[in-house]
């Protein structure tokens, strides 16, 4: 069974950074596409980041570009979302997920992920 925990979230100010962590057990990350999303009160799931099995593919969503990098760590199993000068609009429930239907193929759609963590609070205040 796959499962993957998010950690990392917190109360910032608008400009701070901020690193969220997502530990994947059940499957190695070398053997799926791994994506964040986020969710505001009142608004659907949305695309982040996402990175491929390999790690030479990641993908960002235009509202976050330039601001937030993904990346993993294939010892630990991990990934990571590195997001700089968060903004109020980031504030939101960031979940991580497992794409098991694609390896290097990142693809926006949350309904492609079949695994997904139980979130971590990001509020940014102006």
């Known amino acids: 069974q796959v499962q993957l925990v998010e950690s990392g979230g917190g109360l910032v100010r608008a400009g701070d950074p901020l690193r969220l962590s997502c530990a994947v057990t059940?499957?190695?990350?070398?053997?799926?596409?791994v994506g964040w999303f986020r969710q505001a009160p009142g608004k659907v799931r949305e695309f982040v980041c996402g990175i491929s099995a390999s790690g030479a593919r990641t993908r960002c969503a235009d509202s976050v570009m330039g601001r937030f990098a993904i990346s993993g760590d294939i010892a630990k199993n991990m990934i990571y979302l590195r997001m700089n000068n968060l903004k109020p609009e980031d504030t939101a429930v960031y979940f991580c997920a497992v794409d098991t239907g694609n390896t290097e193929v990142i693809v926006a759609a949350s309904t492609l992920y079949n695994f997904w963590g139980q979130g971590t609070q990001v509020t940014v205040s102006s």
């Open positions: 059940g499957r190695t990350i070398t053997r799926s596409v």
